[in-house]
């Protein structure tokens, strides 16, 4: 049983958003039990969304389909719809009372655009959308199925959650995704590959390894699908997991800041950050894993020098003599922001992630990472690449891997 | 002339990734003329991607794939090219020479299974990847053309910019992309529409306007290819502007924090930031900036109480009798960091950004916007939502926005 996704809209294909959508359901569906087959991306026309329908529809069981729907006149998915089924709009008046009382609830006068979206295709099941106007439309195709939903991010994923998956579970047979990660550091990916052949080469047929190369690292995948494979799966993985030794860093779905989070809270310390070119990237990776409150304290952001001085201590001649790119003023700023924020752990960094500011001593690139545990601190120097988005990205990993690494190191021993 | 875009990888139909690629090189393609027709992302299974690339040729003139190019077991694509294509693998020096000096650069042994990137497929016309192994392979079939590159958006991008878009250039006619972005406050979408309907009415046939829902407002998107159509564009662009009026917060493709730093540089004033809920995004959204460094000084994330009291100045009383988001915190976060930053102009954000921490009077989704500009402060209240990831990058737009605004205000009166 094949799902596929169809995710529409011009601003996919010229580039004005990036599509998260896709990956965002990918997860949801694969974690439940549904394969995605393949995901494609058209355009607003309504040519192309026949096209990507009736490709899709030639290989898959499932489409589901978001973006297009809504009020306004660049949005076709539904026109396109009644078209491929041959039917035509009728009102719905449950649809009708919602979009009332949306727009009622907000204090706004409904509109007949607004009023629009309660036209339906007549040959569709009909599902209220809770949190939006554009209803989520459900059609048979045979023993095929096809479900409309808006593009709008947390529309769509209330839709998935509280209504399409749930319905989808009823109707199909799901198979469970067997899956266990290891990120994994010290080696690159072609000797990784060498180092685990052997393990390859008795891997039997449903299991694949894949290699995945990430910041700090290779993100090491063994999957199978069919719960039938779970006993194997438990027996491949502990050799997986025994053949990478202590290069393992990470074992399971977790980021590395969840794990750095699970220490902290089990050794009862906790955490503050002091950012300079990474601007804050850092604490935003770790302010997303929910519950992060109760082991981080916060982050000061020393963007410019001023501040390095004044919050975090960090000494004028240090600067003058070292640079600000330097393991002395990395050292400094992570003793500043642990004092200043009363913290046992710490992290700071200091760099230059480009385009500007480089020389040929210091280059685009180049990072001081300090990382402080307890009462110990191990500073670092790493050159990150040359693109700056990457660099921060690069960074704010590798920096949380140091920590990670360096609390795990003292768990061994 | 028509592109379409395959990008290969398991991880990315188990969703294990979010696809940036495609993302990216539709952006710089089109902005160099080239129309992307279609994404189609598929996994690592040979079939699957002869599959896709049968398809795409369909309709497309160039493929441009990317991914399953690493020297591991899981990726497949150049052998599949081999087999599209009806040809062997063969031993290319020159890119062999290139392995083997990126790795002695790095001081690592050269193994067999990356010795085994030099081997490629006879058909192909060979580009050196100058910051990977893989090899670029371009690929002629008639009138059309075939482009595998790495999956490493690193490597990607390079090869991309250096590589094969000044060869597309040369090779093929392209057209250009004439595009005015605005966004606009104070309607729904609907509404808006409602407002354009006899602009629209009236829009020749090459344009089009589209509606993108964004944080803060609609984006909307006025359009047409073909360089031909600039003086007409001028005269769209132009009227909708009219139409726009004051709702009109951003004109130009420009982020809302980029038009910010010009308007702080052009007036020779400063920013500071200091984020409790949003935690880190504020600064990190500004920092992604190339040259922000002159005009932002840093931030502090006062996760917990005890930061927004020492560094921030915040009283304890005024947490004790409003609790923390309040106007009251948030008006003394942004006065704390203005003056711990010694900044004239300030933003910041308290919130619950959930999944816990909600109650009847504050549920998920609070939040209180502070923001300073020169002497004066405006405070506000919103209601961003339930989901945690969304609620961040809401409320740090939506702040952004605010400062933004207040500065345009004081610029129109």
């Not at 294909?13 to 997860?27: E, F, H, P």
């Not at 969304?49 to 589901?64: E, G, V």
């Not at 439309?137 to 959650?161: C, D, H, I, N, Y």
């Not at 990478?244 to 074992?251: A, D, M, P, V």
Request: aromatic residues 6%; proline residues 3%.
């Amino acid at each position: 049983m094949k799902i596929e996704i169809i995710t529409i809209g011009d601003e996919l294909l010229i580039g004005q958003i990036t599509d998260t959508n896709a990956a965002w359901m990918a997860r949801e569906l694969t974690a439940e039990g549904f394969a995605v087959g393949a995901i494609t991306t058209v355009g607003d026309a309504a040519d192309d969304l026949l096209n990507a329908i009736n490709h899709a529809f030639s290989r898959a069981d499932i489409l589901l389909l978001t973006g297009g729907v809504g009020p306004t006149r660049d949005d076709r998915t539904k026109e396109t719809l009644c078209n491929y089924f041959g039917c035509g709009l009728i009102l719905n008046n449950e649809v009708l009372q919602h979009v009332e009382n949306l727009f009622s609830r907000r204090g706004i006068t409904l509109n007949p655009l607004t009023r629009d979206q309660a036209l339906v295709p007549e040959l569709a099941t009909v599902i209220t959308n809770s949190v939006g106007t554009a209803p989520l439309l459900w059609f048979r195709k045979g023993e095929q199925l096809l479900v409309s939903m808006p593009g709008v991010p947390g529309e769509m994923r209330t839709a998935m959650r509280e209504e399409i998956i749930p319905r989808l579970k009823r109707q199909f047979q799901v198979n469970s995704y067997l899956r266990r990660d290891y990120l994994v550091t010290g080696y690159s990916e072609s000797a990784l590959a060498s180092h685990l052949a052997l393990f390859e080469d008795q891997l039997p047929a449903p299991f694949s390894l894949a290699y995945l190369p990430s910041y700090g690292g290779i993100l090491l995948r063994l999957s199978a699908w069919g719960e039938e494979h779970a006993s194997a799966m438990d027996l491949q993985g502990c050799e997986l997991r025994r053949l990478l030794g202590n290069n393992c860093i990470t074992e399971g779905n977790k980021k590395a800041e969840e794990l750095l989070g699970e220490l902290l809270c089990g050794k009862q310390l906790n955490l503050s950050t002091a950012e300079s070119c990474t601007g804050g990237y850092i604490a935003h990776l770790i302010t997303s894993i929910p519950g992060a409150s109760s082991w981080y304290m916060g982050s000061v952001i020393a963007y410019d020098n001023s501040v390095k001085k004044k919050l975090l201590k960090v000494k004028n001649e240090t600067i003058e003599t070292y640079g600000e790119v330097s393991r002395e003023v990395a050292e400094q700023m992570v003793m500043g922001v642990a004092t200043a924020t009363e913290t046992s752990c710490a992290i700071a960094v200091t760099g230059i992630m480009g385009p500007e500011g480089g020389t040929k001593e210091k280059p685009v690139g180049t990072v001081w990472i300090a990382t402080l545990y307890r009462e110990e601190i191990i500073t670092r120097k790493y050159n990150v690449g040359n693109n700056r988005a990457q660099n921060i990205e690069r960074t704010a990993g590798i920096a949380i891997l140091q920590l990670l690494r360096m609390m795990q190191e003292d768990s061994f021993s």
